[in-house]
T-cell receptor, first 114, second 109 residues
Framework: SAVISQKPSRDICQRGTSLTIQCQVD?????MFWYRQQPGQSLTLIAT?????????ESGFVIDKFPISRPNLTFSTLTVSNMSPEDSSIYLC???????????FGPGTRLTVL | KNEVEQSPQNLTAQEGEFITINCSYS?????LHWLQQHPGGGIVSLFM???GKKKHGRLIATINIQEKHSSLHITASHPRDSAVYIC???????????FGKGTHLIIQP
């Protein structure tokens, strides 16, 4: 199994500001994923972050709004830029093993934008 | 139409009942995951399936690739099983997951 930590666990932010969420894994992994869970909704994939290459974004998500860094195999950050109340969600990082392996999830960052 | 459909959306049952949650998907997949999410938001992976059937304790998961359908069963349900159960599929080995909307399960004592 893998242990994933996220910082911060929650935050309340003002409209127009940016927040960077950190995801730390206790082992080296190739693929990391960032998901969003809006209130009352299921999870939606934002992007795939692979070390050594640009993140791959899903339809509806753009790099300017959600820049991602992946400096090494154990760490990634997701920034939510120029926030609006619609960005209020739980943001989760996740890792998976290539070849349809088990999926592990971080504890999530609960973001509220006023 | 969502690529992953779950039913029922909400389910309330009495302790001890046999529970079935269904998942249908409309795309080709490399794997299907059943996940459990508790009220605090933490998500735990229950099963990863690419064919057949898996069992872990009181939980059983099955998948029929030809029919694009999977079921999660809970035997001898207990109040601690109360959670949201989510079906998610992975298209390719390197892809992220596409999620169903989840089934809110409440087991009453």
């Amino acid at each position: 199994s893998a242990v994933i930590s996220q910082k911060p666990s929650r935050d309340i932010c003002q409209r127009g500001t940016s927040l960077t969420i950190q995801c730390q894994v206790d082992s080296q992994v190739t693929m990391m994923f960032w998901y969003r869970q809006q209130p009352g909704q299921s999870l939606t994939l934002i992007a795939t972050a692979n070390q050594g290459s640009e993140a791959t974004y899903e339809s509806g998500f753009v790099i300017d709004k959600f820049p991602i860094s992946r400096p090494n195999l154990t760490f990634s950050t997701l920034t939510v830029s120029n926030m609006s109340p619609e960005d209020s969600s739980i943001y989760l990082c996740s890792l998976g093993v290539q070849g349809a392996g088990e999926q592990f999830f971080g504890p999530g960052t609960r973001l509220t934008v006023l | 139409k969502n690529e992953v459909e779950q039913s029922p959306q909400n389910l309330t049952a009495q302790e001890g009942e046999f529970i079935t949650i269904n998942c249908s998907y409309s795309v080709g997949i490399s794997a299907l995951h059943w996940l459990q999410q508790h009220p605090g938001g933490g998500i735990v992976s229950l099963f990863m399936l690419s064919s057949g059937k898996k069992k872990h304790g009181r939980l059983i998961a099955t998948i029929n690739i030809q029919e694009k359908h999977s079921s999660l069963h809970i035997t001898a349900s207990h109040p601690r099983d109360s959670a949201v159960y989510i079906c998610a599929v992975r298209r390719g080995g390197a892809d992220g997951l596409t999620f169903g909307k989840g089934t809110h399960l409440i087991i009453q004592p």
